[in-house]
Each structure stands twice: as C-alpha cells, then as structure tokens.
C-alpha cells in the first residue's frame, strides 16, 4: 500500500524545480527526492576516481560498489567515501559533467531503479529531468516547471553566488544553454514534457506563488 501520492517535477535547470520540490513536501510531510543530487554524487565520483564519461569497461560493478550513499528526507544529502558532499556536488563543472553521465545507459539504469526504490510506497516528490517521463510515468500526478531563459540564468546565477562561487553570467549563460540542449536530444530519456503533465511558467513569479499554484492541483487528488 502507497503511504501517499507519487508527485513528479521535471524542468530545466533555473525553473524553481528544486525550491518548490522542498517546499511542496514540507507542507505536504512527503519525502523529497532530488534525482539530480544522484547524477551529481555519481558525477563527483567519476571525477574523484578519474574516470571519464566515456569509460564503460566493467561500470555496472563499479557501480554497484560505489560507496556512496543518498538520504532524502526534507533536504538531499549525498555521502561518499564517509564525507558530506552535498555541497560539493553543485559546482558547474560537476553539473556538466551528470549531464554528460545521464547520457550513458549503464549509469542511467543503475540510478532510475535506485529512484523508483526510493519513491515507490509513496508519499514522495521527486524533482529532476525525467521523473515524470521515465522514472515514474504512472506518478499520481505530474508537473513540468518552465521559465525564460534569461531568468533561469539570473536564478541560476544568485544561487551558485549565495555559495560563494565566481561565476562569470555569461559562461554560465553558455553551459546552461548546452545542457539543455544535450539533455533536450539524447537519445537516452530526454528532457520533455511528460504525458499528462501540467506545464507551469514560473517567469515572474514568486515561490509561494508558483507553490500554491500547485498544491492547488494536488489537493484535487489527495
């Protein structure tokens, strides 16, 4: 038995995927599930042992021995080798290099069954880039959070610079299109709409705007 609804939030980045995510399973007490964070541990693990996003010789059983762990309650905290690198991950170089890696089958395989473990009793909302169309296309209900791009770049931009990170916008501004771009045409899960979902622009709107807006939606379910 389901302990409660299946919520998915698919997007690209800079949409408010991650903030309204945290804030509907707050309000909600559902477990929030950042698929993302898992791309981004495997990512910094490739990195940490030098590997590339090419290597494909014997990867299904570095995999499964890789120790890393994800804890996902109110917040995501990834765990490798004994240490919190749940900061560690949200860099721009990690995030172009999950990108790359969620091209890969072996990997992608390896971290879609870890979240459909994670999600399936229930009472979860899982924010990412296929959560909706792949990892769970029968989800309770489903979103895709959009916005323009030049504000998805200025949020992007705030974000990494609260962290303390130097950021040039216009690199950023440059990544930000590619990534999508890859995600958008690979060939493995790309990002898309998810049949059935509801599209939401988030342009100019506040959090607790585009918040309510969706647990407007899922109130009609619970």
């Avoid at 879609?112 to 009793?121: D, I, L, V």
């Amino acid at each position: 038995m389901k302990k409660g609804l299946i919520i998915t939030i698919d997007g690209p980045s800079g949409a408010g995927k991650s903030t309204i995510a945290k804030r509907i399973a707050e309000r909600l007490n559902y477990r929030y599930i950042d698929t993302g964070a898992m791309y981004r541990g495997v990512a910094y693990a490739f990195k940490h042992y030098g590997l590339s996003d090419k290597t494909e010789n014997g990867l299904e059983d570095f995999l499964k021995g890789l120790p890393i762990e994800f804890h996902f309650e109110n917040n995501a905290v990834v765990i490798f080798n004994g240490c919190d690198i749940t900061e560690d991950i949200r860099t721009p170089e990690i995030s172009m290099l999950a990108s790359k890696l969620s091209q890969n089958r072996t990997v992608r395989e390896f971290l879609t069954q870890k979240q459909r473990e994670e999600g399936a009793s229930g009472g979860v909302v899982l924010e990412g880039r296929d959560t909706g169309s792949v990892v769970f296309p029968n989800a309770d209900i489903k979103f895709f959070l959009d916005a323009h791009d030049e504000e998805r770049v200025k949020r992007r931009f705030l974000e990494l610079k609260t962290k303390g990170m130097d950021l040039n916008m216009e690199q950023l501004k440059a990544e930000m299109k590619k990534r999508d771009k890859d995600d958008s045409e690979r060939e493995i899960a790309p990002l898309k709409i998810p049949d059935g979902a509801i599209y939401i622009d988030t342009t100019g709107l506040d959090i607790d705007t585009v918040t309510e807006k969706l647990l407007s939606y899922i109130r009609e379910r619970l």
